[in-house]
């Protein structure tokens, strides 16, 4: 299948909990100037929340793009520690993550919560990713498709199909996130084949249109090959994303 050419193919560093103020300040002079040339990849950092004010500035002269790991579904008010979409729009954020698999396990984040989130997201101006994924145990007894399809369809109910595509789908198996254990680029390739054809069944021209990242264990090895796929648009990194030669690397690699 010919590779689909809508977009550039984009990657997103997820930092997690990762990085201080001296850390992030030279793992950023290693990679801009090294993705400044990159042809047809747009590269976008997610940083802890502490530090976005921080990197915003050392971003201001390149390419690359900020985002955010997490944010609050409502606007304001009596919510102790907790970020707002709009806050984030404040901060120079254009893309915030939701439903990242540790904050589904960790912060009991259900599909009802993430989908309040997308839509803040969409309505502050940035665009959501939406991460979905299977554990190793569903994956074993042969549910990857209908648990991605449920975290999907969670989000599709609240905000339609236009505004779904809006933003960005990661697909992350949960067995492979920080594992060192990666999907095979087949295995990766079924389950985004599988997504849009869901998504192709809600409305084909945005199906067509909408980025389907994969993440989990994406490395400097590996990243060619996963982002060859004809549904794959990218990757969302994580581990390999702390170290500048590996993301240079998967940067490099995605480029068309
Ligand atoms: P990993 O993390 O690349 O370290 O597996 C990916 C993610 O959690 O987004």
Known sequence: MAKRLTHNTLIIGN??????????????????????????????????????????HLLAPSNVVLGAQNLNHQTAGAHTGETSAGMLVDLGCHYVLVGHSERRAFHGEHDE????????????????????????AQRQVHETESVVTSQLNAVLQRVGIDQLCRGVIAYEPVWAIGTG?????????????HIRQWLTLQNAKQAADCRILYGGSVNARNAEKLFSQPDIDGGLIGGASLDATSFIAVCVAAQR
């Open 181 to 193: 254990e990666t999907a095979s680029p087949e295995q990766a390739q079924a389950v985004h084949q």
């Open 15 to 56: 930092w997690k909990m990762n990085g201080d103020t001296a850390r992030n300040e030279v793992l950023l002079s290693e990679l801009l100037p090294a993705l400044s040339n990159l042809k047809g990849v747009d590269v976008v950092v997610c940083p802890p929340l502490p530090y976005l004010s921080q990197v915003v």
């Open 113 to 136: 919560w993430v989908a309040a989130k997308f839509a803040a997201a969409l309505g502050a101006g940035m665009v959501p990713v939406l991460c979905v994924g299977e554990t190793f």
